[in-house]
T-cell receptor
Framework: NAGVTQTPKFQVLKTGQSMTLQCAQD?????MSWYRQDPGMGLRLIHY???????DQGEVPNGYNVSRSTTEDFPLRLLSAAPSQTSVYFC???????????????FGPGTRLTVL | SQQGEEDPQALSIQEGENATMNCSYK?????LQWYRQNSGRGLVHLIL?????REKHSGRLRVTLDTSKKSSSLLITASRAADTASYFC???????????FGSGTRLQVQP
C-alpha cells in the first residue's frame, strides 16, 4: 500500500494563477479531507468528503473547490491563487468508524505552496 | 476557530525525563486523538481515546480524558531525542465528520 499520496511536493504560483493539488489513497477509505497548516499553527479544515460524490465545507473553504468522483481521489483546486493561500496543504483519509465516527486519519506528506 | 488548545506551546526536557502535554476543547466530543508531526513532515496518529474512556496506554504513551473539564493530557515517559516533534490533539464531535485540531505543543528532547 502506498497509503496517501500527494502531488506536487512543492509549488510556486503567481497571484491569480489556478492549480490543482492532487491527493490519492489506496486504502479504500470513505472519508477524505484537506487541511492547511500555517507556520506555528495546527491544521485547519478546508473541505472534506464522506464518500464519492459527497463533499462539504470545513472551516476555511473560501478560494478552494473540491470534487470526489472516485473513492481514491480527492483533488483540491485553487481557483485564483492569493498570497494568503501560501501554506502547507495536507490530505488525509480514514475509514468510517463504528457509529459514523471518524477514527484514525492517515496523512499524506504535504504540498508546500508559495503564492507570490 | 480551533477546537483544541494545547498547553504548553513549547516544552524542552532532557532525555529520560517525562513530558506532559495538555489539551482543552470546547464542545462535546466522540473521541480525542493525539498526533505527532516531525519537522516538515505529515502527521502520524499516536493514540485515540473515546469519550467513555478515562485513560489509555500505548507503549510509553499515556493519555487521560476528563470530559467534565473538557481536557486531555498526553504523557510521554522516559523521553528520547527521537521524540522531538510537535504534538497535536484533535477532536471528533457529533455531527461534524472531520477532525478539529489544536495549535500544538513543540517538544524538544535534549540528548
Amino acid at each position: 500500500n502506498a497509503g496517501v499520496t500527494q502531488t506536487p511536493k512543492f509549488q510556486v504560483l503567481k497571484t491569480g494563477q489556478s492549480m490543482t493539488l492532487q491527493c490519492a489513497q489506496d486504502m479504500n477509505h470513505e472519508y477524505m479531507s484537506w487541511y492547511r497548516q500555517d507556520p506555528g499553527m495546527g491544521l485547519r479544515l478546508i473541505h472534506y468528503s464522506v464518500g464519492a460524490g459527497i463533499t462539504d465545507q470545513g472551516e476555511v473553504p473560501n478560494g478552494y473547490n473540491v470534487s470526489r468522483s472516485t473513492t481514491e481521489d480527492f483533488p483540491l483546486r485553487l481557483l485564483s491563487a492569493a498570497p494568503s493561500q501560501t501554506s502547507v496543504y495536507f490530505c488525509a483519509s480514514s475509514y468510517r468508524g463504528a457509529g459514523g465516527n471518524t477514527d484514525t486519519q492517515y496523512f499524506g506528506p504535504g504540498t508546500r505552496l508559495t503564492v507570490l | 476557530s480551533q477546537q483544541g488548545e494545547e498547553d504548553p506551546q513549547a516544552l524542552s526536557i532532557q532525555e529520560g525525563e517525562n513530558a506532559t502535554m495538555n489539551c482543552s476543547y470546547k464542545t462535546s466530543i466522540n473521541n480525542l486523538q493525539w498526533y505527532r508531526q516531525n519537522s516538515g513532515r505529515g502527521l502520524v496518529h499516536l493514540i485515540l481515546i473515546r469519550s467513555n474512556e478515562r485513560e489509555k496506554h500505548s507503549g510509553r504513551l499515556r493519555v487521560t480524558l476528563d470530559t467534565s473539564k473538557k481536557s486531555s493530557s498526553l504523557l510521554i515517559t522516559a523521553s528520547r531525542a527521537a521524540d522531538t516533534a510537535s504534538y497535536f490533539c484533535a477532536t471528533y464531535s457529533p455531527g461534524r465528520r472531520a477532525l478539529t485540531f489544536g495549535s500544538g505543543t513543540r517538544l524538544q528532547v535534549q540528548p
